[in-house]
């Protein structure tokens, strides 16, 4: 499975942008549980928001609930990322990550993702 994100740009704290995850190889995404993953210059990476395979399930870090949403579309083979009400403490490279799941569960590990994406920058500023 290849990950391509994009999406990213540099907006102002409060503003909002749609990441998107477009897979490609063997493609049947439904299959798969995704996540967002972000990471910060001298940071290591971390843990954003997943989806199970089938969607219905999902989990979020602390620092993004209530203003991130992932959302994915099998039909499409996509995931994405709609971040609202941005900080700039959000900037980062943003990756995301797949994996094929026996079951409908959402991992916030990144040891559960083999399949990466090349990133895509978001900067926020004050």
């Known amino acids: 499975v290849q990950l391509q994100a994009y999406g990213g740009g540099l907006v102002q704290a409060g503003a909002s942008l749609k990441l998107s995850c477009a897979a490609s190889g063997r493609t049947f995404v439904g299959g798969y549980a995704m996540g967002w993953f972000r990471q910060a210059p001298g940071k290591e990476r971390e843990f954003v928001t997943a989806?199970?395979?089938?969607?219905?399930?999902?989990n979020y870090a602390d620092s993004v609930k209530g203003r991130f949403t992932i959302s994915k579309d099998n039909a499409k083979s996509s995931v994405y990322l709609q971040m609202n009400s941005l900080k700039p403490e959000d900037t980062a490279v943003y990756y995301c990550?797949?994996?094929?799941?026996?079951?409908?569960?959402?991992?916030?590990?990144?040891?559960?993702?083999?399949?990466w994406g090349q990133g895509t920058q978001v900067t926020v500023s004050s």
């Open positions: 989806i199970s395979r089938s969607g219905g399930n999902t």
């Open positions: 990550a797949a994996t094929l799941a026996l079951g409908d569960y959402s991992y916030s590990s990144r040891l559960s993702y083999p399949y």
